[in-house]
Every structure is written in C-alpha cells, then in structure tokens.
C-alpha cells in the first residue's frame, strides 16, 4: 500500500520562505511522479510544482523563479523550497504521487480523471500581507 506523508508550511509574512518536505512508500519501483498541490480559499486545486523520476521538473506559471522543488532519490523524499511568499499562496498544500504521470518537455501529464493520484494530509500554508 502507497503512503504519501508530508510536513512543513505554516505561517509567514509576505516576502518570507518556508519549506515543505514529502515521503511516499510502497511502490514497487522507482519509476513515479512525485508534487506539490494547492488549494486556496474558494478555488480548485492546482499544481505548483511536479518532479519526475527521471528528474524532470514542471512548475506552476505562478511559482515560477520563487518555488524550488527537489528530490533525494534514496529517500524518496521530495523538497519544496518556497521563497517570495506572496499573499496569494496561501492555501492548503497537498503532496502527491501517481506512476502513471509524468512530465516530458516541460509539460505536465497528470489527469486526475485518468488514474490513481496518492495524496498525503495536506499541511497549511499562511501568508500575511
């Protein structure tokens, strides 16, 4: 069984960093997308950042050049450094995991509707103005 767990966020003032960190267990190889969703108040969940097994990385127009994600392949642990915090973050972030998504390009192929999508608990970011 796939478990996503994640920690971090909290709460900053604009202009601020904080960091997030994830671990998935439980698949069988290493071949699977790893990211960080967000949900804010009154909107849909969106990506911010994805990173794939091969290293390939997809970023949110919105995070880009402020938002960092990494990995420690050993680990199976991704990063998220997020730098610049702007009010507009502020949300519910959401770590997840699929096999079946990838990122090729610079463009992200993660359909919810196409397969099954691991999330982890969610953890609160706050940004203050």
């Known amino acids: 069984q796939v478990r996503v767990e994640q920690s971090g966020g909290g709460s900053v003032q604009a202009g601020g960093s904080l960091n997030l960190s994830c671990t998935a267990s439980g698949y069988a190889y290493r071949s699977y997308c790893m990211g960080w969703f967000r949900q804010g108040p009154g909107n849909e969940r969106e990506g911010v950042a994805v990173i794939d097994s091969d290293g390939s990385i997809w970023y949110g127009d919105s995070v880009k050049g402020r938002f960092t994600i990494s990995k420690d392949n050993d680990k199976s642990t991704i990063y998220l450094a997020m730098n610049d915090l702007k009010p507009e973050d502020t949300g519910m972030y959401y770590c997840?995991?699929?096999?079946?998504?990838?990122?090729?390009?610079?463009?992200?192929?993660?359909?919810?509707?196409?397969?099954?999508?691991?999330w982890g608990q969610g953890t609160q970011v706050t940004v203050s103005s």
């Open positions: 997840a995991a699929a096999d079946w998504a990838t990122v090729v390009t610079g463009k992200l192929y993660w359909d919810m509707k196409r397969g099954k999508t691991n």
